[in-house]
């Protein structure tokens, strides 16, 4: 399996709208990012994009004046790898303790609990 990369909590907004619409220029996925948060600076956004780069999470070309950004790592793969480590950090690894927990901690409606249970008798 390729190597994946750690992925802050801000590069995750502008991954899932790489996974969503790639390939995708600098620009759109600054103008996605405004439309979610207001508050996004496009150079903090260049800033992250390029650490991506860095970390071998996205790849881009240029295209003129513009660069087409492109996941190199699938969300399935990065999901997976950061709820494993979640897991082994905060459950020591025990998935039946941490659903206990979300279960007890959180209001579930009747479609949540139909959906966990589903998941449950399915394995």
Known sequence: MAHIPRISETEWEIMRIVWSKAPVTA??????LVKLDPTWHPVTAKT???R?????????????RAYLYKPLVDERSCVNAVTSSFLDRVFGGSLSTMVAHFVENRKLNSRQVKELRKAVDGK
């Open 48 to 50: 992250l994009l390029n």
């Open 52 to 64: 991506l780069v860095r970390k071998g999470a996205l790849g881009f070309e240029q295209q003129g």
């Open 27 to 32: 620009a759109d996925i600054i103008a996605d």
